[in-house]
């Protein structure tokens, strides 16, 4: 039994108001389903970035030809599938290495195996890890740049999430470039249509983690007893993903008791929403600087790139 993921599901629906993390979500299955909501017309994010990045590596690669850097080591977080770094990688010829971080280990075997048949001459490496987590890596004399799309630092809390930007700067050096996708405010009803699509993958992604929990932690959830919702709250500029309780109910984990009200949720997801602006200075306070900004038609996605441009004393 994995004692790390139940020490965290007891925990979380032991407060008050029930959670569960989403780094959970990605399982074999969870990652499976992740990469259906990419493919719908209503989750915009995907298509979005994944157009503008063709854009992005190209005006990167002539940024960092002027700033005279011929070698970059490209780090991705929460690599997923690998499909937005191929546009990168095709632009950035100075890429030397690549290196690969996501939790889901067989996913990220496949995805890698992938990317090495579109780039054989390019050194791949795997490394299965919860990248939310400080992580030391071999760098070597390339200029380091993380990659991490998709809006995924959204499912962080801001402090949460300037956590993450302090690591990445320690992860990627002096000197170290972050390439980043953030989800902008926008229109409500875009948002909430983003997940809450009309085939319910993203119902069946998000009600995965209890199949998970069921399956790794000897838990008795009845899925049919729940439902996915997703809202947009405003004050918070944060999608809010839940399962709600359809019964009163009693649900056993590993030999513990949880009692659910009808209508009751175990909060499963937060995506936040930030103007650019507004990320910006996040990252600021993390020590970054921002060095280029990407917007899409209406300004509904950004792609950001940061630079760690203080240098350590000695």
Not at 20 to 38: E, H, M, N, T, V
Not at 48 to 65: D, G, H, I, N
Not at 136 to 157: D, E, Q, R
């Amino acid at each position: 039994m994995n004692h790390e993921f139940l020490h965290d599901v007891l925990a979380g629906l032991r407060l008050p108001q029930k959670e569960l993390s989403p780094k959970y979500f990605y399982d074999a299955q969870g990652s499976k389903y992740f990469d259906q909501i990419c493919e719908l017309e209503e989750y915009y994010p995907y298509r979005t970035e994944l157009s503008l990045l063709p854009e992005v590596a190209r005006e990167l690669k002539q940024y960092f030809m002027n700033q005279s850097i011929t070698g970059i080591q490209l780090v991705e977080f929460g690599a997923g599938s690998l499909r937005k770094v191929k546009p990168v990688l095709q632009e950035l010829t100075m890429v030397e290495e690549f290196t690969a971080i996501d939790i889901s280990g067989e996913h990220l075997k496949e995805a890698s195996a992938d990317l090495e048949e579109s780039f054989p001459e390019l050194p791949i490496k795997a490394a299965q890890g919860d990248f939310t987590q400080p992580i030391k890596l071999a760098l070597s004399n390339a200029t380091a740049m993380g990659f991490f799309p998709g809006s995924t630092i959204g499912n962080f809390s801001p402090e949460e999430a300037l956590r993450f930007l302090r690591n990445a700067r320690t992860t990627l050096g002096d000197g170290g470039y972050l390439l980043l996708g953030v989800d902008t405010k926008k229109d409500q009803q875009m948002l909430e249509a983003a997940y809450n699509d009309s085939q319910n993958i993203t119902a069946r992604f998000n009600k995965n983690i209890l199949i998970r929990i069921n399956r790794e932690l000897d838990a008795n959830f009845q899925l049919d007893q729940f439902e996915h919702t997703a809202i947009y709250n405003q004050k918070l500029g944060r999608i809010e993903m839940h399962l709600r309780s359809l019964v009163r109910q009693t649900v056993e984990i590993a030999g513990e008791d949880f009692q659910f009200d009808e209508g009751e949720t175990i909060h499963t997801e937060n995506s936040y929403k930030y103007h650019p602006h507004e990320f910006e200075q996040l990252a600021a306070e993390a020590g970054w600087q921002r060095e280029g900004l990407w917007l899409a038609q209406n300004d509904i996605f950004s792609v950001m790139l940061l630079h760690n441009a203080e240098q350590s004393a000695g």
